[in-house]
């Protein structure tokens, strides 16, 4: 039986948009900025945790100032659409350092893979160590990101 998806109201939404634009607010900062008390806005983050709509909190990095400045996505099509060949390289791609993102899709490729490296040189690198030896890939189309238009983000419109 599917779960039925949370549905947030108005002040719920508005919480989310404020956690997701600075996930360290103080309960005191986000009840001013939404117009509820501390303990009603904390009440309803620790509502939204619990109902798993808020998994975690992290900080989010500039990986281009640490030196990852190249982003490459990788088309993946393996041998076959078996359980054992798509559980083989899901272990393993999920093994691989250097793959930030991995999702499986529908179409003419298997995979879609996000790695991150230095440079050129260092994805030749990642090529050969890691890539290349995934069980099971049949072809791996490469495209390299020029310049990132939208940063990854939830669009607020799918809460309505």
Known sequence: MTQKPYAPDRIDRRLIALLLDN?????????EAIGRSATAVARRQRALEEAGVITGYAARLDLAK??????????????SQRIDVLDAFET????????????????????????RARDL????RIHRDE??????VTQMESGFVLREVVAPRLPLALLD
């Open 23 to 31: 996930a360290r607010a103080t309960a005191f900062t986000l009840a």
């Open 66 to 79: 640490l030196g990852c400045e190249t982003i490459v996505h990788i088309k993946v099509t393996l041998e």
């Open 92 to 115: 393993a791609i999920a093994a691989s350092p250097s793959v930030v993102r991995c999702e499986l899709m529908s179409g003419s490729y298997d995979y879609l893979v996000t790695v």
């Open 121 to 124: 040189s260092d994805f030749a």
């Open 131 to 136: 890539l290349s030896r995934l069980p099971g």
